[in-house]
Antibody
């Protein structure tokens, strides 16, 4: 059974940093691209960032380019999102998601339970 | 690619048929259109991919159709557990984008 366990969320001041983690179980982690998708309180879903199975390819939505960094450790079956220069409008639940394939098909087959990031002074 | 979903809310009773629409601002490549269900306090879950293929363990009362810019999710005979939020998502054009959602609630 596929399991994705998100962690690392919390309260941070504007301009601060957080690092999210997603531990993966039940599948061959290196064989699948992964993404982060966020949902602001009471709002819809927004894709944030994705990474290929090997980690060689990384992709970002425009609003987080230069501030967020996605990475993965295939030896630890773990996905990360380093979030710097956080803004109030980054406040959201952040979900990690397993994609359909190794690269290039951002269809989100399995999702973590989400971790809440609150950016506020 | 901007996705628009209609209606915003659909008020129905158990046993009724639900028809949800998703329209794209440009053609979705290879019919790479998916539907997700989200219940309160839970993560979304995949229902339909490739516009019309059901994900694993999704009951056949859920069906998807459409191509190009117009797509539909149909739920025949609503069950109590089907009252939820539904999002469409396109993954054929970069970046992947989601619609704003349709809420199916009790009449």
């Amino acid at each position: 059974e596929v399991q994705l366990l998100d962690s690392g969320g919390g309260l941070v001041q504007p301009g601060g940093s957080l690092r999210l983690s997603c531990a993966a179980f039940g599948f061959t982690f290196r064989s699948y691209a992964m993404s982060w998708v966020r949902q602001a309180p009471g709002r819809g879903l927004e894709w944030v960032s994705g990474i290929s199975g090997s980690g060689d390819g990384t992709y970002y939505t425009d609003s987080v380019k230069g501030r967020f960094t996605i990475s993965r450790d295939n030896s630890r079956n773990t996905l990360y999102l380093q979030m710097d220069s956080l803004r109030v409008d980054d406040t959201a639940i952040y979900y990690c998601a397993q994609e359909w394939a190794n690269v290039g098909v951002p269809l989100f087959v399995h999702w973590g339970q989400g971790t809440l990031v609150t950016v506020s002074s | 690619t901007v996705l628009t979903q209609s209606p915003g809310t659909l008020s129905l009773s158990p046993g009724e048929r639900a028809t949800l629409s998703c329209r794209a601002s440009q053609s979705v490549s290879s019919s790479y259109l998916a539907w997700y269900q989200q219940k309160p306090g839970q993560a979304p879950s995949l229902l339909i991919y490739g516009a019309s293929s059901r994900a694993t363990a999704i009951p056949d009362r859920f069906s998807g159709s459409g191509s190009g810019t117009d797509f539909t999710l149909t739920i025949t005979r609503l069950e109590p557990e089907d009252f939820a939020l539904y999002y469409c998502q396109q993954y054929g054009n970069s970046p992947p984008t989601f619609g704003p959602g349709t809420k199916v609630d009790f009449k």
